[in-house]
């Protein structure tokens, strides 16, 4: 190893005795130098320890490599699935994608979008807050940056919006429930982005299709806390006694999660069996849904197909292609998965 380290790509390339721009090259490409050049190189990278700033690399091309990755909060099991899912399609297409979390505040969803801007992105793929975000500055980036959005959409903004279709869901959910048992209510989700709306408005149509009156169930709190949102206004709704259905449908798992811990708590035992008097579904398939007690009815968005569509498309965009008017929403089905708890 080097009595002295390697403070940049000049010093290693006087070192390994390669012109900058053949390592630069090998750096960008290692396939593009020939075999003894790229031995001698890896030799010297070996023998020096040294890595360069892959950021800097980036900034001296016409063209980085780096994708940002935005989404609400990365702490939220199903972002950081996504993220994961996105980071890994990414990765193998030559990509350095870099994950950033607003944490539900607008104010740090804007100070993103500039941290990106500086990195100069080839591209980003946004799940924005949607309500709450500024819709001007997100617009305004846009315009500069190829961006594609995901699970949340924001009308008219980015090059295109990859999600699932909650009338599609939310009506397979509510069919499922009518036909197996009594028709559900509607826990809602307070309104942090389109698809708390969405959801609901799906809900309404899918009963009335039925035959059904539907029943909301409305929450008071806000922010991304679903589970305490679910719990805590879980307990103050069942001792309330408003709770106008035996079986409710939340508008997503982590919510229904919170409920089920507020049931548990009011002594009343969730499930099908002849022994439960209520029974509980969500939405999303949360990594979590699964090991609940009992285990969470739910419907599953696709993770794969839309990180996939996500990912696809911004790399088009990248690579200078265009999306087609039919490109520009495009929606994946829910999967029903039938658990212990509905």
């Known amino acids: ?62 063209l980085t490599k780096n994708i940002g990755i935005v989404v609400p909060n990365v702490a939220d099991p199903f972002f ?19 994950t950033f979390s607003s944490h539900g ?11 990106l801007r500086a990195i100069r992105p080839a591209g980003v793929l946004m799940a924005p807050l949607g309500r709450a975000s500024d819709r001007a500055k997100i617009e305004g980036f846009c315009k500069d940056v190829p961006t594609v959005l995901f699970d949340s959409n924001i009308e008219g903004v980015g090059a295109a919006f990859i999600g699932s279709d909650p009338f599609q869901s939310v009506p397979l959910m509510v069919e499922y429930l009518c036909r197996s048992g009594e028709p559900p209510c509607f826990f809602e989700m307070p309104p942090v982005n389109p698809n708390a709306n969405k959801r609901r408005e799906a809900y309404l149509w ?21 589970e ?73 968005q696709d993770y794969k197909s839309i990180s996939k569509g996500s990912v696809e498309t911004i790399l088009n965009l990248v690579d200078g292609g265009t999306v087609r008017d039919s490109e520009r929403e495009v929606l994946f089905e829910g999967r029903l998965v039938m658990r212990a708890s509905a």
């Open 1 to 62: 190893m080097s009595e002295r380290k390697i403070r940049n790509m000049e010093e290693f390339a006087a070192k390994s005795g390669v012109s900058r721009p053949t390592v630069s090259k090998y750096f960008n490409d290692p396939s593009s130098v020939r075999k003894s050049t790229r031995e001698r190189i890896e030799a010297a990278l070996e023998r020096y320890d040294f890595r360069p700033n892959l950021y800097a690399v980036n900034q001296n091309r016409r």
């Open 80 to 98: 950081s699935e996504m993220a994961r899912n996105i980071e890994g399609l990414l990765i193998d297409a030559g990509y350095s994608p870099s």
């Open 105 to 115: 505040s607008r104010d740090h969803e804007i100070e993103i979008l500039e941290t």
């Open 206 to 226: 899918a009963m009335q299709d039925l035959g059904h009156a539907p029943h909301v169930v409305r929450v008071e709190g806000s922010g991304w806390d679903f």
């Open 228 to 300: 305490d949102i679910g719990y805590r206004e879980g307990l103050r709704v069942i001792k309330e006694g408003g709770l106008p259905s035996r079986t409710v449908l939340c508008s997503n798992d982590r919510l229904a999660i919170g409920l089920l811990a507020a049931a548990y708590e009011s002594g009343i035992r969730v499930g099908i069996t002849e022994d439960c008097s209520m029974r509980i579904a969500g939405h999303d398939d949360h990594p979590f849904a699964r090991f609940t007690c009992p285990s969470l009815t739910t419907v599953a």
